[in-house]
């Protein structure tokens, strides 16, 4: 009789009781002497604290990630991943401990057959390599503001959400707080491109409509709509998830009861002048949040005429081109404000989370100056 899967609990809490109650002591055990460091961090919606019930089906179970110094992780890996391979418990909490991998490389939680091969969920990493595996990069002296803007918020997410639950040498809560946000004047730059972003589309929502075409307006307003959550998120210096949790997390902003009566007005109108007057009302809000951070001269927020047409905009170039005007390293300021990071300009997973895209634009990026 197959035992039934126990009641859901955070993964982010059980990965917390399975580090401290089960990992950290088989590992102390066998090499007493050896600095640690354990926590949650990568990919995976428990991460995140966005793991429900529907999670435990995939991908998800007793797991931890498990930091060694960076000039012993090749030679003790092997030691440490055995001593967990004989040590562990099959199962955590009446939660499988090990895994079983699907052939496109899914993981589902195994039983508990002391007989079966046993593959556990624990990672064995430094800090050096993670921040490789995750921003290509081995150390934080090789931040470059080409490389802030062209790494993919869900990939500084993975790094800096989850948590760490003991840190012996302290080195990758260092780097989690020095990535946890933009240096001011990448912040700016972000601000800027998104801004640009939606100065390209403002007027749109009326032309199409306009001319009949109801459709291509819905598209134009749902595209701002995004890029103004997008604004939202940089506003409140939080980096934005991948679209599978896009929407969850722009309802915990402090921001969303205000942005989202407007920004639901533009998603159900029944005609473009009710739709545009949506977008418009959104717009507004962020410029006055965009001016209370005070990173940039002040901007009137007052929507106005696109040119003689009749369509209101809020004109967003203007806060782009004070926020320009704000940035003061030579570095960033080499780096094209009109273009922002690179969340705004591709919308493929596969390709925002691909390395060698990353290198080639960053490459671009700072031979344009």
């Not at 995976?44 to 990630?65: A, E, N, Q, Y």
């Not at 991998?101 to 064995?124: E, K, L, Q």
């Amino acid at each position: 009789m197959t035992q039934a899967t126990p009641d859901f609990v955070p993964g982010l809490e059980l990965s917390r009781l399975y580090a401290t109650e089960v990992v950290e002591p088989i590992l102390r055990a066998a090499f007493p002497a050896l600095p640690l460091a354990l926590g949650l961090l990568g990919e995976g919606s428990d991460v995140l604290g966005f793991d429900t019930d529907r999670s435990m089906d995939h991908d998800w179970g007793p797991r931890c990630v498990v930091f060694v110094p960076d000039d012993v992780r090749e030679s003790l890996a092997p030691w440490l991943d055995q001593a967990l391979r004989d040590q562990l418990p099959r199962a955590f909490l009446g939660f499988p401990t090990g895994v079983d991998y699907h052939p496109d490389g899914a993981t589902f939680m195994a039983g508990s057959d002391a007989n079966a091969p046993f593959v556990h969920r624990v990672h064995i990493t430094s800090p050096a390599q993670i921040l490789h595996d995750l921003i290509d990069i081995r150390s934080l002296d090789d931040l470059t503001p080409a490389l802030w803007v062209t790494t993919p918020q869900q990939k500084l997410l993975e790094l800096t959400a989850g948590a760490i639950f003991r840190d012996d040498t302290g080195e990758i809560t260092r780097i989690r707080r020095a990535l946890a946000w933009y240096p001011d004047d990448v912040w700016r730059l972000m601000l800027a491109g998104t801004w640009k972003a939606i100065s390209q589309l403002e007027p749109f929502v009326g032309r199409c409509g306009e001319v009949g075409d109801d459709l291509g307006s819905q598209l134009v307003a749902m595209r701002l709509i995004r890029d103004q959550m997008r604004l939202a998120f940089l506003l409140e210096r939080r980096y934005a998830p991948y679209q599978k949790w896009f929407g969850t997390a722009f309802d915990r902003l402090a921001v969303a009861p205000a942005l989202t009566p407007s920004m639901d007005k533009a998603r159900y109108a029944r005609g473009w002048q009710e739709r545009e007057r949506g977008i418009v009302a959104a717009s507004v809000v962020l410029a006055n949040r965009q001016n209370a951070a005070k990173l940039a001269a002040w901007v009137d927020p007052a929507p106005r005429p696109f040119w003689s047409r009749p369509f209101q905009v809020l004109q967003a170039e203007r806060f782009t081109e004070a926020l320009a005007e704000a940035i003061a390293d030579p570095a960033v300021k080499a780096l094209p404000a009109d273009l922002g990071g690179l969340d705004t300009w591709v919308d493929s997973t596969d390709a925002a989370g691909e390395k060698g895209l990353h290198r080639a634009v960053q490459a671009w990026l700072e031979t344009r100056g």
